[in-house]
């Protein structure tokens, strides 16, 4: 079954719009870990920090995350508020290979939510044509230096209505990213915990040659959730 775009999907407001504004949540260890090196990662924050990335979720017309991230931790990506939001925010996977596979918990969430899944346009079109008929929609883009081009990857969500997205990994994802500066807002939760060098990065390596080169935030919020710190940044143009 192919599906359609669901009707009255969020308008794109700005005429001059090119992609979404990002926002890149991070849940981590103090030493900035997303998971163990065996790759366990539920759960590093307590349970009123997971409760505000709920709350992110609906503030967001798009929940994004890396394909990795989908293998790993076989997620829903649905916002779980109460009330539950008016729509949820459409789950995108960022998949180069259109490898995902088809079952798991993205796929028995359709009837809720829509999924997308953005590969490269040369990548592989029978698993593309797999996912379609389990049920995603899929979009197909450029290249860039590691999967997908971010910028092509972006402007397929805006055009598919996708006005504000939050990213929430994993790591490699995260990276390309900031490396891309597109970065609006970080939302960082960290919790009292060290996980060591083992442990996956927050963010993979970004390669910069120099503390200058290094990208900048301002913070601009910190609060305290229970037992973890939930700190906001905003790019600094
Ligand atoms: N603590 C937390 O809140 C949290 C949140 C998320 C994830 N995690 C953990 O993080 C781990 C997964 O992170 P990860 O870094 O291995 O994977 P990831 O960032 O989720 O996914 C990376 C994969 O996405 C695909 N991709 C497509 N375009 C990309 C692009 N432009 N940039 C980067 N990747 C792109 C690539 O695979 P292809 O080339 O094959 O397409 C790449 O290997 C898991 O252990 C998970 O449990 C933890």
Known sequence: MLRRWPAGAPAVHGALMSRPTVTLKLATS?????????????WITGEAARAEVQKLRTAHDGVLIGVGTARADDPELLARTSPPPRR?????VMDTEFSLAPRGRLFDALDRAT??????????????????????LTAGVARGPVGVDVDAALAAMLERGIARVLCEGGGQLAASLIAAEVVDRLEWFR???????????????????????????????????GPDIWESYE???
């Open 191 to 225: 919790a009292p915990m060290v996980l060591g060098g083992d442990g996956r990065p927050g963010v993979a390596a970004l390669a910069l040659s120099s503390l200058a080169a290094a990208p900048r935030f301002k913070r601009v919020a910190l609060r305290e959730l």
């Open 235 to 237: 790019r600094v143009s």
């Open 30 to 42: 103090l030493d900035g870990r997303i998971a163990t090196g065996t790759g366990e990662s539920r």
């Open 115 to 136: 999924l997308l899944v953005i590969g490269a346009a040369d990548g592989d079109a029978a698993r593309r044509k797999v996912l379609e008929a389990a049920g995603a």
């Open 88 to 92: 949820q925010p459409v789950r995108v």
